[in-house]
């Protein structure tokens, strides 16, 4: 005969899984109605999300993450089912804090943050409204989901740089002879770009991801969890330097008849496949428990279960005011300007010893910028120069100096090197771009000028923007670039012309 045990006036058998506390339906309802409110209220940045989900197949996984952690949270269900619901003040403070990051990311135009910020406020209200012990029983579930950000392609230059060295090292290595140029690679009878489709981004990220969710379900110790973490990061990018190796060394095998091929098909199929098997069987090799068993866990108390609030509805309501306040104050203080811009075309500035000459076929792509100008130079000793600049009224979504679509390079040029230069004509710090078409290279030295503060940083520009639209602000803003043969050729140029009384001629224009 089974056991029985009284409790609050009821009956359950003492082996049964005890009721759930009276306080989850009111959490619950509380936390799906402040979500579906805040989502409706960033339903821009949600939408935004969710088409490069669809667009971008490096974010393909976005569509999964969100059924992966509920599906992850219900494993949890029975040590959840123990656990009482307590609001927790710092939850709060983290909403409030996230709210303050979106804000940022919307004066600055800065979708990624904007959308991580959004995703971050979902789980502060997570943490608010079910509190601590909750929160740390699931605390993957809801890191997790801010997988759903795509955000990555920051990672792409840098990948594309180190599959360079590593694949140049080892032809070196087997003794193949080979020149190395930035991104650019040539052996004796090919010439081979890593470009960005070639820089292993969708193969980490997708590892990365599957990683993570392995570690959480086959790892009880934290140490384990990090170190296969670790692995399914740099595996994918050692293996993406094997990768291009391979792809150039059956170029120089096959004298070329093989590479373009094999490209596609081993990264695209075998090679992806090979390397996640391998990732999958170092992982199990020192797994502590069968995937998704979470028993003994359910069975030990986290620490904390009584810190906290004790659940009442009132209390809860000030997350409903910091999820209003922050849209509210966007659509009020931070509300464009009704400026209109001026004429399309910039007028060429007089730059003394320089005279004017058709310009290249350099062609930089700004694609939102109010205004533009293409000009070209001849200096004193007949070298060229072209200047452009792009010119914004005020910057908003689409039409900021910095932005995805905009490029330097334009069509048919390859940027093979980047770094920071100074002491330039008495400009601020530039950044320099060493382009190369065909047998033909030019050096594109670069700023941002954002409220009449020069720049090579995006990030600092992006800073200027935001702060500055933060508090109602919304100043005109430009790049500057200078195409040039030599590095002194730049020096004398903008010896001879001063940008920035350029630029606040056209802003007041």
């Not at 699931?138 to 594309?160: C, R, S, T, W």
């Not at 999820?323 to 003394?352: K, N, Q």
């Not at 030019?442 to 508090?471: H, I, M």
Request: with cysteine; hydrophobic share 55%; proline share 7%.
């Amino acid at each position: 005969m089974t056991q029985r045990a009284e409790m609050d006036g009821g009956y359950y058998a003492a082996t049964a899984t005890p009721p759930a506390d009276p306080a989850w339906p009111r959490a619950i309802a509380c936390f799906a109605g402040t979500a579906a409110l805040l989502v409706a209220l960033l339903h821009d940045v949600a939408g935004a999300m969710v088409h490069t989900w669809w667009t971008n197949v490096t974010y393909n996984h976005g569509f999964l993450v969100l059924p992966t952690s509920l599906y992850l949270v219900w494993l949890h269900r029975d040590g959840l089912r123990r656990l009482t619901p307590r609001l927790e003040p710092l939850g709060l403070a983290a909403l409030a804090g996230m709210m303050l990051a979106w804000l940022l990311g919307r004066a600055g135009d800065v979708l990624a943050v904007e959308e991580t910020a959004l995703v971050g406020m979902l789980v502060a209200l997570f943490v608010f409204v079910f509190g601590r012990a909750v929160a740390r029983r699931v605390a993957f579930p809801l890191a997790f989901l801010f997988f759903m950000v795509p955000v990555g392609d920051a990672l792409i230059p840098p990948l594309q740089d180190f599959t360079a060295v590593f694949a140049v090292g080892l032809l070196r290595l087997i003794g193949i002879p080979v020149f190395h140029d930035g991104i650019m690679i040539e052996i004796p009878n090919g010439l081979f770009r890593v470009a960005e489709a070639c820089a292993g981004i969708r193969f980490l990220i997708a590892n990365v991801v599957i990683a993570a969710l392995f570690a959480h379900l086959a790892y009880a110790r934290l140490w384990k969890f990090w170190l296969f973490l670790g692995i399914g990061f740099v595996l994918p990018i050692v293996a993406n330097g094997f990768r291009a190796f391979g792809i150039i060394l059956i170029a120089h095998l096959t004298d070329g008849r093989l590479a373009a091929g094999v490209d596609h098909l081993v990264y695209g199929w075998i090679f992806f496949s090979f390397v996640m098997i391998l990732l999958l069987a170092i992982g199990n090799s020192f797994a502590d428990r069968r995937l998704g068993d979470f028993s003994r866990e359910a069975a030990v108390p986290p620490s904390g279960a009584r810190r906290g609030w004790s659940w009442r509805l009132p209390r809860a309501l000030p997350a409903v005011l910091v999820v209003l306040a922050g849209p509210a104050y966007a659509w009020t203080v931070m509300s464009p300007p009704d400026i209109r811009p001026g004429p399309a075309a910039l007028p060429a500035p007089d730059v003394a010893g320089w005279t004017a000459a058709p310009p290249t076929d350099w062609r930089p792509a700004f694609p939102g910028a109010d205004r533009t100008l293409l000009a070209g130079f001849r200096g004193p000793e007949g070298r060229p120069a072209e200047l452009f600049v792009a010119h914004y009224a005020y910057q908003r979504q689409g039409s900021e100096v910095v932005y995805y679509a905009n490029r330097l390079e334009g069509d048919g040029w390859t940027r093979v090197e980047s770094r920071t230069v100074e002491g330039v004509g008495g400009m601020p710090p530039a950044r320099l771009d060493r382009m190369v078409r065909g047998q033909r290279q030019r050096l594109v030295l670069s700023w941002y000028w954002v409220g009449g503060r020069f720049t090579a940083s995006q990030y600092e520009a992006k800073l200027y923007q935001s702060l500055a639209t933060l508090l109602g602000i919304h100043p005109a803003a430009a790049a500057v670039a200078l195409s040039v043969e030599r590095p002194e050729d730049a020096a004398r140029f903008f010896e001879a012309f001063a940008p920035e009384p350029y630029l606040e001629q056209a802003a007041a224009r």
